[in-house]
């Protein structure tokens, strides 16, 4: 465990809904944070090493609420800008079993670099190498293990690794659905309660591209077609005849504990069900766009007061696992969120999600010994 030891920085952002604090000064002490504010107090008597940052802005450590590290190995092996069905059957060319550990070293490093101290990770093959991965680089959060599939319904069959698992990394575990296109009612039925039961979020793709709307409603599409081929889809599975929003509100999988992914296909009757049920939204622009899948309408979404994340999603989808070039995604953009409301997706928001508002998301005494620094390149408004 590290000493006390404190940073000092020209401005700092104790907590995302409070003004900065200019000259700004946080003691860190066994893995927490002791002190914060003003550096003329909080630095008043202190002896220990002071790192000055220099004229940079810190804010809380951020949370990744959405990422694959187990495909970080596929980075640059994928088809993008071709919609959903090409990058599956792009991303199905690869070895999706065996995970390259330099490549997941990579990608963690990368977390690391834009101050991340906490993810929702989902993995379903490599869970234990994961789970040690980011034991090893002090990064918190959830391990979202993936349900997939049509066999077995109702069973939650999870994967042989976890047994290596040690009891703290064993309750940062929960069971995550894949998608609705995917995986059997049933199994995403358990996997909620399963969540439920444990008080754990619970995590499912949803509304991510037109594709899975089409084969909701009709069962049809080229997108239907290659999950039949697979042997994915059941030949004899009938479309439930809604839209992906229904009929995850009808399997009762949407409430205020529930992660919904994407969110890029919605109409205002999904909005209006989102919102009513309390479901919080992780918003991944940059795969979004890598796909060409289409924008999350993340300002109705936020105007309903849908709780709203950032998630990097993985390398087979993304340039990098930045969640400041995430954020940079919409700031930049026409009519984009201001910097504090981006801030509060990648900080407070997936915390609460957590149940860890006391260990994430604000730079309070008590919280986890983690920070960021806003790039130069990030917009930055008042």
């Known amino acids: ?20 604090v200019d000259d700004g000064a946080v003691v860190f002490d066994a893995g927490r944070v002791l002190a914060s504010g003003a550096a003329g107090e909080v630095l008043r008597g202190f002896a220990g090493p002071v790192e000055d940052l220099g004229p940079v802005t810190v804010t809380p450590g951020l949370i990744n609420a959405h990422v694959h590290l187990e495909l970080s190995h596929v980075a640059g092996n994928t088809t993008g800008g071709q919609g959903f069905t090409a990058w599956v059957r792009s991303l199905l060319t690869n070895s999706l079993v065996k995970l390259s550990q330099l490549a997941l070293d990579k990608a963690i490093a990368q977390i690391q670099a834009s101050g991340t101290v906490a993810v929702i990770d989902i993995t379903s093959r490599n869970t234990a190498q994961v789970a040690a991965a980011l034991d090893a680089a002090n990064i918190g959060g959830l391990l979202a293990v993936e349900f997939f599939g049509f066999a077995n319904a109702g069973a939650l069959r999870w994967p042989v690794d976890l047994d290596e698992l040690s009891g703290p990394a064993r309750e940062r575990v929960a069971a995550a ?20 039961r444990h008080g754990r979020p619970f995590s499912m793709h949803l509304a991510e591209h037109p594709d899975e709307t089409e084969q909701m409603l009709t069962g049809k599409g080229e997108f239907a077609r290659l999950l039949r081929k697979a042997g994915v889809l059941p030949e004899d599975w009938a479309p439930p005849g809604c839209r992906p929003v229904a009929y995850a509100d009808r399997l009762g999988l949407l409430d205020e504990n529930t992660l ?30 890598y796909i060409a899948v289409g924008r999350a309408p993340w ?3 936020d105007s309903a007061g849908v709780p709203l994340c950032l998630g990097t999603d993985g390398l087979s989808s993304n340039q990098d ?3 400041w070039n995430e954020a940079a995604a919409l700031l930049r953009a026409p009519g984009g969120p201001g910097f504090f409301q ?18 994430y998301g604000t730079l309070e005494p008590g919280a986890v010994a983690g920070y960021s620094i806003v790039p130069d390149g990030a917009i930055r408004a008042a």
């Open 1 to 20: 465990m590290r000493a006390m030891r404190a940073i000092r920085a020209r401005e700092i952002i104790i907590h995302p809904r409070r003004p900065p």
């Open 177 to 196: 659905g894949h998608a609705l296109y995917s995986t059997h009612p049933e199994t995403l039925a358990a996997a909620k309660a399963w969540c439920t």
């Open 260 to 289: 919904a992914v994407h969110c890029v296909q919605l109409d205002p009757g999904d909005i209006a069900t989102l919102a009513a049920r309390g479901a919080s939204v992780c918003l991944c622009p940059r795969s979004n766009e």
């Open 299 to 301: 300002q109705a979404l």
């Open 321 to 323: 696992l930045s969640l």
């Open 342 to 359: 981006v801030l509060e997706w990648m900080t407070l928001n997936p915390a609460r999600l957590l149940g860890a508002q006391r260990l």
